[in-house]
């Protein structure tokens, strides 16, 4: 089978797809020339990651495709009931990347918390005394409240880090559930039972500091607008690693230029890859190139679960 890699593959996933007998064909190709290369080239296998879109124009105009794979959890990016009723496979890496994302999360609150981003910024400066008193109300995660809004694969390893440095965590998703969360201390592990709340606004005054982590809204609403920042802490830190448009941005702005929010990290964004300037320009905003699954370790697992899926299938 010839496989389409067209956001890039682990080298592990591509000698696993390659010592079963297939073609990985890693080369970039645009998206107004996907159909016609997948169709040229004798495709039967496009994988993808969120660069890529595979919708139903492409799928009808690609009638050899038999799997289309999205590496990471999100799959908003390709037609998936369409493409299922054509009897194609369609298939994603939902676990691979959950440590990774969580990781980032963590890595952003830290980041938040003490102006990191907006401090490098003005280091050139050299005005010491001035970029101390700025930076002087920095806050320490130890006893805040997070919540976490979708409490799936990666919200509970983000609860599972919150909880190890000492952060408190509600749970809020759309569904009751009640959830073991292991925490590794050490050589020791400890699990700490969380049971999910699932209204949101009434929720929303206790949090120190919200993550977000659902797919995007199928009528394209935003989670968090207007009415919800109304409803927050003076000050809360907000990080969005899910997917662009569950912030709506506009709103955002003005809740930072308000003081609602004293800051927010988005690795993710409506206009990918062009972000609005005003979002990369703000003081109290931090801003990634959507990497959350962007580590080694996750993209080996992330390649090696595709090619296992793939070989299943062939």
Known sequence: MKILANDGISDLGKQLLEAAGHTVIT?????????????????????VRSATTVRQEVIDACPHVKIIGRGGVGMDN????????KGIHVIN?????????????????FSLSRFLNDSFKNMESGDFSTLKKNYAKGVELRGKTLGIIGFGRIGQSLASYALGVGMNVIAIDNRTKNVSIEVKIGHQTVFIPISTETDLHAQ???????????PKQADGSAVLGNNEFGKMKKGVFIANAARGGVVNETELLEALNQGII??????????????????????????????GAATLEAQDRIGEELAQLIIELA
């Open 27 to 47: 080369e970039k190709v645009s998206q107004e020339l996907l159909a016609h290369e997948v169709n040229t080239q004798g495709i039967e296998a496009i994988l």
């Open 78 to 85: 390709i037609d998936v009931d369409y493409a299922r009723s």
């Open 93 to 109: 890496t939902p676990a691979s990347s959950s440590q990774s994302v969580a990781e980032l999360v963590m890595g952003q609150l």
């Open 204 to 214: 929303l005054g206790k949090l120190d500091y919200i993550s977000i982590h659902v």
């Open 262 to 291: 004293a800051g927010i990290a988005l690795d993710v964004f409506d206009n990918e890859p062009n972000p609005r300037k005003e979002l990369l320009n703000h003081p109290k905003i931090a801003c990634t190139p959507h990497i």
